[in-house]
């Protein structure tokens, strides 16, 4: 196994091969060669839990303790129950720690301990290892062919593959109409054949037909750009966009739109932006230039691109999910972003304030545990030489960039110098959560004191929401601190902030899939 809680229980008679890289590199564990790697014996391993925890299984141990000062506490006095007792012969802030979370400590411990006397009933006959050909049948559903030949069978052969999918290529167009007014487009858009593909640029606004006709009008405006009005052409193209249209990212077309004072369109007929999205969540770029690259930028290929999309997203099943699902929830992320959040401003400026005094107090506290002058404790180079040489702190090897000062490196210095470390830990939470948090959110707080974060619907390739210019979802919760920041977002007077989750939907879903009896069971009851 590679859990090292299995440790506890090597004795005379049983072993433990570790696995480090999977089955390639091993350790063979005896007790012997537990205390030579770790300093401590197999019986004391849910002690030293109990003392530094264990993050991987959520077990907390006592907060400061780490692993080296629980070995030595170990080492000195053999178990957690006699280190309990001996707390009076500690100093400072470990004899602090020990006083102040011997409950917790106790239950880390518990927590940590295999319960050989569970109720189970077996016998050596149950560990056989069954005949593994038995599962050839599930390993060929699942193409696992080199496994089969490890089980010295011959994988069956591959069942006709349906024909690859017709490339991309640019429909057929006559030549595009190129116009620079409003007016010659608004002549142009009656006979046209519906849908429309509409593509809005910097410098164009295109419209392809279904018939092949496709028209351009240059933006410009002003004295330095001769053409259209951009203003004018959309208000000229609103109309058609209801019908409804095939978009590329509509949810930023709707922006452009209610910035102009237009009217809305209640859907699209297709979003390539978002087909794309379906066919491949892990394209690097959802760009029209990146989905069509040996294309006109225009509509020619944004139709182009829709005619071939819509027959791939069909043969693959996901028509329902393009337009019941994903398309439908690009107008409420634009709905969510255009009415954005209420923030409390003058709370955030009066937390501010506290952080920046807090700052300037741990600050100099550092400066006062250092012995030193002031210095840029900001400076990896500066801190760097004050904890590891004047200090003579332990630290790792000198690069040409000076001494590593990660949040890695001070915690586990946090038992050895805990009169620096402490404040220079609270000073850096305390700077990035004023920067990120405090400044970050009145810089993006508009005059009405409501923040509009974007929510990109196809940033992701498991399919999340993610969110920026505020990120909302990377709040902190779990201090303090993040729980003052989120008192500072504000429902509208009468209403209340709702939190929903889905409840382990990923062990639902594993669930239904998989029909396991008991998973299903589990859940029904």
């Not at 090292?4 to 008679?13: C, E, F, P, S």
């Not at 411990?109 to 050839?136: F, H, V």
């Not at 109309?239 to 509509?250: F, K």
């Not at 939470?429 to 948090?437: A, D, I, P, R």
């Amino acid at each position: 196994t590679g859990d090292r809680d299995a440790l506890q229980l090597v004795d005379g008679k049983t072993e433990l091969m570790f696995t480090r890289k999977g089955i390639s590199e091993t350790i063979l564990f005896t007790p012997a060669k537990v205390h030579e790697e770790y300093g401590f014996s197999p019986e004391q391993v849910t002690d030293w839990k109990g003392l530094a925890g264990d993050s991987s299984d959520n077990i907390p141990g006592i907060p400061g303790i780490g692993d080296k000062t629980a070995v030595k506490l170990l080492q000195k006095y053999g178990t957690l129950e006699n280190i309990l007792a001996s707390t009076a012969q500690e100093k400072g802030k470990l004899r602090e720690r020990l006083e102040t979370w011997p409950d917790q400590a106790r239950m880390c411990k518990e927590l940590a301990t295999i319960r050989r006397d569970a109720p189970i009933q077996w016998t050596l006959s149950d560990c056989a290892l069954p005949d593994l050909k038995q599962g050839i049948p599930a390993l060929q559903k699942l193409k696992l062919n080199s496994i089969i030949r490890r089980l010295g069978e011959e994988p069956a052969e591959a069942a006709p593959q349906p024909a690859e999918a017709a490339p991309l290529t640019l429909l057929p167009y006559q030549d595009v109409q190129v116009m620079s007014t409003g007016a010659e487009l608004e002549a142009w858009l009656p006979a046209a054949a519906k849908p429309l593909a509409v593509y809005i640029s910097d410098v164009s606004i295109s419209v392809a037909d279904s018939a092949g006709k496709c028209c351009l009008v240059t933006l410009g405006g002003d004295l330095l750009n001769p053409g259209a009005d951009p203003a004018e052409v959309l208000a000229v193209l609103a109309p058609a966009l209801c019908e409804p249209a095939v978009v590329h990212d509509g949810k930023k077309l709707m922006h452009t739109l209610r910035k102009a004072a237009l009217p809305l369109p209640e859907k699209f007929h297709w979003d390539t932006m978002l087909g794309a999205y379906l066919l491949n969540p892990q394209e690097k770029s959802y760009s029209l230039a990146a989905l069509c690259p040996n294309m006109p930028e225009d509509a020619r290929a944004l139709m182009s691109l829709f005619t071939w999309q819509r027959g791939r997203v069909e043969q693959d099943g996901m028509l329902p999910l393009m337009q019941e699902v994903e398309m439908p929830l690009s107008l409420a992320l634009y709905r969510m972003e255009s009415i954005g959040f209420t923030v409390d401003t003058a709370f955030l400026r009066q937390l501010g304030d506290r952080y920046v005094k807090e700052i300037e107090e741990a600050r100099q506290e550092i400066f006062r545990a250092c012995g030193t002058g002031s210095f840029n404790v900001n400076s990896t180079q500066q801190l760097g030489e004050v904890l590891f040489e004047k200090l003579q702190l332990p630290h790792g090897k000198k690069t040409t960039r000076g001494y590593s000062t990660s949040a890695e490196v001070l915690e586990n210095l946090r038992d050895i110098a805990p009169e620096v470390i402490d404040p220079l830990l609270r000073y850096r939470q305390l700077t990035k959560l004023n920067s990120t948090y405090i400044e970050g959110l009145l810089r993006l707080t508009g005059a009405h004191g409501r923040v509009h974060s974007t929510f990109d619907q196809v940033a992701t390739a498991t399919g999340r929401i993610s969110s920026s210019e505020p990120n909302l979802q990377n709040i902190p919760v779990r201090t303090q601190e993040g729980r003052e920041i989120r008192q500072a977002f504000l429902p509208q007077p009468g209403w209340v902030l709702l939190d929903a989750d889905y409840s382990q939907i990923e062990l639902r879903l594993m669930a239904h899939f998989s029909g396991d009896d008991a998973m299903l069971d589990a859940f029904r009851t």
